[in-house]
């Protein structure tokens, strides 16, 4: 399989657009919110948070959401998109939500984590299934096999 197949070959599950909907609408939501209100959601979160470069890494984390929530929604590259959000659960989960234990239970941190852990496995799903039969991955997928 070459690296095109590979990075376009999905499932041919039609289930799974129902979990594109939810990853890449959250993922889109949030990124937009990061510049609409970006003294909570964006530069002003991570600053307070202790991220360096808060403007810089707000627009930039803003940015990848929308772009490849969009990506995810459409189920193109479903899977190279997913690497990216789960990468930015990653962070988050680490960054925000383990800190919290330092202060809170671990019933009040796992609250707080809900949709992260959501965004998280549902990133993961993708990867590892694609974006199933109604994507534009599938669309190119069948291209390919002509």
């Not at 925000?96 to 609250?111: E, F, G, Q, R, V």
Request: hydrophobic share 50%; glycine share 8%; net charge positive.
């Amino acid at each position: 399989m070459d690296i095109k197949s590979l990075l376009f070959y999905t499932s041919s599950s039609r289930s799974i657009s129902i979990i594109r909907l939810m990853v890449g609408t959250v993922f889109l939501s949030e990124g937009i919110q990061k510049f609409l209100f970006p003294a909570i959601r964006g530069a002003g979160r991570f600053a307070k948070i202790g991220l360096p470069n808060p403007d810089l890494l707000g627009n930039f984390v803003g940015t990848c959401e929308i772009i490849f929530g969009l990506m995810i929604l459409i189920g193109l590259l479903t899977r190279l998109s997913s690497l990216v959000t789960f990468t930015i659960m990653c962070v988050a989960i680490i960054t925000t939500k383990i800190p919290m234990l330092a202060s809170h239970d671990i019933w009040y941190m796992l609250h707080q984590a809900r949709t992260d852990w959501a965004m998280l496995l549902g990133s993961l799903f993708l990867i590892i299934n694609g974006g199933g039969s109604i994507s534009l991955d599938r669309l190119i997928q069948q291209n390919i096999a002509k």
